[in-house]
């Protein structure tokens, strides 16, 4: 299996709060990427990083802000959680950008906001 | 923009029996597919995909599934199924010239009865 970890892997939290997801790799590989999961939507990409320090946004990015400092850490931060947010959040990683390459997943964080 | 229709959110099916996912996808431009799957309480792992050449690919644990270009499907077979294979199916793609980021179906549901 690919070396990632997701923490926390369960939060609950409240409405306005802030919240920081991490994803840890130790496949020294450059592109990483968070989904969030939701019933009927399969995952939907919120935010990708090719490189530390570099990132872009994805489909549903409204809400979320990411950074990258290092390689191997990828960090999702939802600046002022809603219930909305409520969801279960994958982090993916590749080693190459080619759309025919195969994206490795973490085991998710399971987020509720109250 | 490309999308990705599965038809069924869930399929029971009994233990031995064939089974078929179906996956349909649009899409101005040129795509790879893939087919991924979630086990209970895990991320999710690469089944198969496309990339070119013979439209029949042979995936883990004895799927394969079929491309119509045609049709713009991506359909996921199995001959006789276990009860380990009950888990969540997803079909996605991406687009050849776009890099590596996946568009994903809503899933379906696999539930093998013994």
């Known amino acids: 299996d690919a070396g990632i970890t997701q923490s926390p892997r369960h939060k609950v939290t409240e409405t306005g709060t802030p919240v920081t997801l991490r994803c840890h790799q130790t496949?020294?590989?450059?592109?990483m990427y968070w989904y969030r999961q939701d019933p009927g939507h399969g995952l939907r990409l919120i935010h990708y990083?090719?490189?530390?320090?570099?990132?872009d946004k994805g489909e549903v990015s409204d809400g979320y802000s990411v950074s990258r400092s290092k390689t191997e850490d990828f960090l999702l931060t939802l600046e002022s959680a809603t219930s909305s947010q409520t969801s279960v959040y994958f982090c993916?990683?590749?080693?190459?950008?080619?759309?025919?390459?195969?994206?490795?997943f973490g085991p998710g964080t399971r987020l509720t906001v109250l | 923009a490309q999308s990705v229709t599965q038809l069924d959110s869930q399929v029971p099916v009994f233990e031995e029996a064939p089974v078929e996912l179906r996956c349909n996808y649009s899409?101005?431009?040129?795509?790879?597919l893939f087919w991924y799957v979630q086990y209970p309480n895990q991320g999710l792992q690469l089944l198969l995909k496309?990339?070119?050449?013979?439209?029949l690919v042979k995936g883990i644990n004895g799927f394969e599934a079929e491309f119509n270009k045609s049709q713009t499907s991506f359909h996921l077979r199995k001959p006789s199924v276990h009860i380990s294979d009950t888990a969540e199916y997803f079909c996605?793609?991406?687009?050849?010239?776009?890099?590596?980021?996946?568009?994903f179906g809503g899933g379906t549901r696999v539930l093998v009865k013994p």
């Open positions: 993916a990683i590749s080693e190459s950008p080619s759309s025919y390459n195969e994206q490795f």
């Open positions: 496949e020294n590989h450059r592109y």
């Open positions: 990083s090719y490189g530390v320090k570099d990132t």
């Open positions: 899409s101005s431009v040129s795509v790879y």
């Open positions: 496309y990339l070119s050449g013979s439209t």
């Open positions: 996605a793609v991406s687009e050849k010239a776009a890099g590596n980021k996946l568009t």
